[in-house]
């Protein structure tokens, strides 16, 4: 990564995890991240917005092996060269990011990257028992973080609570990513961690962005083995409760965020999350308001299924 912006660079390190085996890597990327205060580099190009279509975009680049991304508020450009293996992203300012990407810099590349090894960044939060577990789908306030948070207090496991790499061979593996958490400041609460933990880092939803391995048990595994497809909902039952849900209400969850929050390779991932949603069966889970009692439930889930595998 070659950066004009100490700033940026510093955002990365503070939210990227970095790779903690010493194995050889499958590829080589390398990503400039150009900002307009820096010498030399001349403001991002604007886009006339009428009659703007971002398919018609993707296609464009598509015919020549290329992925890309235009932010109009910005604006800024994100261009990425699947052959080479290259990116490009000019900025306005050296923090000039879309918002919804200060806790995923670098998450556009990192997807397109993945996808050209048959590996996808995905949506969804993780939690898991003894290395096994399940991904949690959702959008914004189903209680996706709030149930991997939960868990991640309470005695369980994960590898992510928004995005996470899914690697399907002749296993499902979650790999993480960003080695921040999100909450709002009631969930905080309601888990023990202070409102507080990182004064005045708050994300473009008002959600409080924290390290995770910084402030719970045991931070975030190398990878999960995973199992099942989780659907939470914001309930306040009494207790929590999981359902058998169908592979066409799980694709109905998971699929229109990843792809959608993710352009460029929009068929590809269709595809792939199609055979995820296929292969890994899918529960409804009716959430409570008592973290101990949803981490309780979800790992009696999970304890169950691996009685069941073995």
Not at 113 to 123: G, K, P, V, W
Not at 216 to 240: D, H, Q, V, W, Y
Request: net charge negative; with cysteine.
């Amino acid at each position: 990564m070659w950066f004009t912006s100490e700033r940026l660079l510093e955002l990365c390190e503070q939210t990227l995890l970095e790779r903690r085996d010493e194995g050889p890597s499958l590829c080589h990327v390398a990503v400039y991240a150009m900002d307009a205060e820096a010498d030399g580099w001349p403001p991002p190009a604007g886009w006339e917005t009428a009659g703007f279509s971002s398919r018609e975009l993707e296609e464009i680049l598509a015919a020549g092996n290329l992925r890309g991304f235009y932010h109009h508020d910005g604006p800024s450009w994100q261009i990425y060269d699947r052959v080479a293996a290259l990116g490009v992203q000019t900025l306005p300012t050296p923090l000039g990011l879309p918002p919804w990407e200060l806790a995923s810099p670098l998450r556009l590349f990192l997807h397109w990257a993945y996808a050209a090894m048959n590996l996808r960044l995905t949506h969804a939060g993780t939690v898991g028992l003894k290395g096994r577990g399940a991904l949690i789908a959702g959008p914004s306030g189903s209680g996706k973080s709030a149930t991997t948070l939960a868990g991640l207090m309470n005695g369980l496991d994960s590898v992510g609570d928004d995005y996470v790499v899914v690697e399907m061979g002749a296993r499902v593996i979650a790999h993480p990513v960003f080695a921040v958490l999100k909450q709002d400041r009631e969930g905080l609460r309601r888990v023990g961690i202070p409102p507080d933990v990182d004064a005045g880092r708050s994300n473009w939803r008002g959600k409080v962005e924290f390290d995770a391995a910084a402030h719970t048990p045991k931070g975030l595994a190398e990878r999960m083995e995973i199992e099942a497809l989780l659907l939470p909902e914001i309930a306040r039952a009494p207790r929590t409760a999981l359902q058998r849900a169908t592979a066409h209400e799980a694709a109905m969850v998971l699929t229109p965020s990843s792809v959608l929050q993710l352009p460029g390779d929009s068929v590809s991932g269709f595809r792939f999350l199609t055979g995820l949603v296929r292969r890994l069966p899918a529960f409804r889970v009716r959430l409570s308001e008592d973290p101990v009692e949803i981490a309780g439930a979800i790992g009696a889930f999970l304890d169950r299924a691996e009685a069941h595998a073995g």
